[in-house]
Nanobody, 122 residues
Framework: VELLESGGGSVETGGSLTLSCAAS????????MAWFRQAPGKEREAVAL????????YYPDSVKGRFSVSRDNAKNTVSLQMNNLKAEDTAVYYC????????????????WGRGTQVTVSS
């Protein structure tokens, strides 16, 4: 599967962005669609996991209540709604897919998009 992220950009603190991930094949074949982010000098971290049947199943405390993930299996897209953005949300955001399960650790995933930059400034 090829994954293509879009929707990144620059916003001010407190603003909102919606990221989208379009898949080249049916995401119904992938139990988990995930969003990760990586800030300069930091490790890649999971920010949202969306299970095929259970829906959103994981957000780290750092984004809980502000980020919301949704997957549209019919349209082969996954979205990440980000509200009340903070400077520490600045990072490259990646979409990832796993055919068998949801994991918060990046090495578990073999399918990645190229990322989209999100910059939050005050």
């Amino acid at each position: 599967v090829e994954l293509l992220e879009s929707g990144g950009g620059s916003v001010e603190t407190g603003g909102s962005l919606t990221l989208s991930c379009a898949a080249s094949v049916g995401i119904a074949n992938y139990v988990c669609m995930a969003w990760f982010r990586q800030a300069p000098g930091k490790e890649r971290e999971a920010v949202a996991l969306a299970h095929f049947t259970a829906g959103p199943i994981y957000y780290p405390d750092s984004v809980k209540g502000r980020f919301s993930v949704s997957r549209d299996n019919a349209k082969n897209t996954v979205s990440l709604q980000m509200n009340n953005l903070k400077a520490e949300d600045t990072a490259v955001y990646y979409c990832a897919a796993h055919p068998e399960g949801c994991y918060s650790t990046p090495p578990k995933y073999n399918y990645w998009g190229r990322g989209t930059q999100v910059t939050v400034s005050s």
